[in-house]
């Protein structure tokens, strides 16, 4: 059974930081290219960032560029999102998932960005 389970969300200033790890199970991770979506409230889920399994190559939404970086431990099946310079816009839950998604989402994690 896959398992994706998020974490490290919470509260933080505009401007702060943010690690958030996903862990996953029931699959064989590091075969898998991985991604994080958001969803803030109110609006359809967006696109953050993927990487592959190659060297890893990493991409970005020009809304994280810069900003934001991806990257994973396949020794522990676990892909992370760092988010630094956060804005309130960046408010939304967080999920990962394998780019060609498994239908089992994990339950999220809450960002919140606000002073």
């Known amino acids: 059974e896959v398992q994706l389970v998020e974490s490290g969300g919470g509260l933080v200033q505009p401007g702060g930081s943010l690690r958030l790890p996903c862990v996953a199970s029931g699959f064989s991770f590091g075969s898998y290219d991985m991604a994080w979506v958001r969803q803030a409230p109110g609006k359809g889920p967006e696109w953050v960032s993927t990487?592959?399994?190659?060297?890893?190559?990493?991409y970005y939404a020009d809304s994280t560029k810069g900003r934001f970086f991806i990257s994973r431990d396949n020794a522990n099946n676990a892909v992370y999102l760092q988010m630094n310079s956060l804005k309130p816009e960046d408010t939304a839950v967080y999920y990962c998932?394998?780019?060609?998604?498994?239908?089992?989402w994990g339950q999220g994690t809450q960002v919140t960005v606000s002073s």
């Open positions: 990487i592959d399994t190659g060297t890893p190559t990493t």
């Open positions: 998932n394998s780019v060609a998604p498994f239908p089992s």
